[in-house]
């Protein structure tokens, strides 16, 4: 198995630029997770799905931020427009059903707005 | 909300012990541990479920105690490889919203040789 694979690993915008990090999943895993990680915060969750559903999206931090799962194999975090402060490692997780709910990360996007 | 880790970091010879330790304010059914090396992704290691065993990844080991909403880490013998950044994440109650997990800010751990 590939495990999670994000894209881009590494983005550098300017501040106001448009942002969009891509995950694919593992196959076969029903949830799906967007974390940001800093220094100073660790990591937070922004969003998950079940099934490509948003569950739970009380993280996301503010409307610059969206996300979307439009298939199984497939979801977009999107930043519009970006922000210094928006700079930070981005993760993105599935997780199979079932009781154990182990989560697997992907690479990371490392975001640097300037 | 969010666990509290101690020590914040630690730095071990090779073959040294150390304990880290996850507590919480909130109810927990689980608790996770994850290792991060420099630039990589978190990496799972257990996971401790409420009413389960103790577990054990090679010569690391966990423990929950559900009563006092804490889970402690035990690496013992330690290796370089054990080197990283070791988060705990928990599971709260949570009606309806069980597969969120909180994390704590982590434990720097160094192992020299």
């Known amino acids: 198995d590939a495990g999670v694979i994000q894209s881009p690993r590494h983005e550098v915008t300017e501040m106001g630029q448009e942002v969009t990090l891509r995950c694919k999943p593992i196959s076969g895993h029903d949830y799906l997770f967007w974390y940001r990680q800093t220094m100073m915060r660790g990591l937070e969750l922004l969003i998950y799905?079940?099934?490509?559903?948003?569950?739970?999206d009380s993280g996301m931090p503010e409307d610059r931020f969206s996300a979307k799962m439009p298939n199984a194999s497939f979801s977009t975090l999107k930043i519009q427009p970006s922000e210094p402060r928006d700079s930070a490692v981005y993760f993105c997780?599935?997780?199979?059903?079932?009781?154990?709910?182990?989560?697997?990360f992907g690479p990371g996007t490392r975001l640097l707005v300037l | 909300q969010q666990p509290v880790q101690s020590p914040q970091a630690v730095i071990l010879r090779e073959g040294e012990d150390a304990v880290i330790n996850c507590s919480s304010s909130?109810?927990?059914?689980?608790v996770h541990w994850y290792r991060q090396k420099h630039g990589e992704a978190p990496v799972f290691l257990m996971i401790?479920?409420?009413g389960g065993e103790q577990m054990r990844h090679e010569k690391i080991s966990a423990s929950f105690n559900e009563k006092k909403q804490q889970s402690s880490l035990y690496l013992t013998a330690s290796q370089l490889s054990y080197s990283g950044t070791y988060f705990c994440g928990t599971g709260v109650y949570n009606a309806g919203n069980n597969r969120k997990l909180i994390w704590g800010l982590g434990t720097s751990l160094a192992v020299n040789p």
């Open positions: 401790l479920l409420k």
């Open positions: 909130k109810a927990l059914y689980s």
């Open positions: 799905f079940n099934n490509n559903v948003p569950i739970d």
């Open positions: 997780a599935s997780s199979p059903a079932g009781d154990r709910k182990t989560q697997y």
